[in-house]
C-alpha cells in the first residue's frame, strides 16, 4: 500500500505547479494565492484567523501578508475597537485578480475529480475531512 504522507505530497506538488503557471502573470509566489482567495471571501480577516483557517504558522501568513501588500494586492487596517489588531483587504488590484484565482481553483477541482464517481468524490472529501480533523488535533496537542 503507497504511505498517505507521500501521495498527499504529489498531489499538493503537482497541484501548486498547476496553480503557479495559470498564475505565473500575477506575480504571486506559490501557496500566496491561497491567503489572497481566503481574503477576497472573508474580508477583514485578521492575520491570525487567516493562519487558522489555512493551518499554517504565524511566521508564514506574515511573509505571505507582506508580499501580497509588496505587490498592491491586499492593504492591512487596523482594527477601530482593538488597536493590536489589523485587519487584511483586498485592493482594487487584488479585486480584479480574484476572477482568475477562482476560474484557477474551479478547474483544479475539476482535475481532481475528474476520473472519480460522484460517489468516489464523496467519500474521498469524507476520508479527507477526517484525516484533517486528526491531524489537527494532534498538532494542537503541542
Known sequence: ???????????????QSIINS????????SGQHDFLYVISKNEGISQKELSEFLYV????TAKAVKNL??????KRIQDENDKRIYRLYLTEKGKKVIPK??????EL????SKNLSKK???ETVIV???????????????
Do not use: Q
Open 101 to 106: 484565482i477562482d476560474a484557477t481553483f474551479l
Open 69 to 74: 501588500m509588496e505587490n498592491d494586492y491586499v
Open 57 to 60: 504558522g504565524k511566521s508564514t
Open 120 to 122: 468516489e468524490e464523496e
Open 22 to 29: 495559470k498564475l505565473m502573470d500575477l506575480n504571486i509566489r
Open 1 to 15: 500500500m503507497e504511505n498517505i504522507s507521500k501521495l498527499n505530497a504529489a498531489i499538493y506538488r503537482n497541484a
Open 128 to 142: 479527507l475531512k477526517r484525516i484533517l480533523h486528526t491531524i489537527s488535533e494532534e498538532k494542537n496537542k503541542f
Open 109 to 112: 477541482v475539476a482535475i481532481f
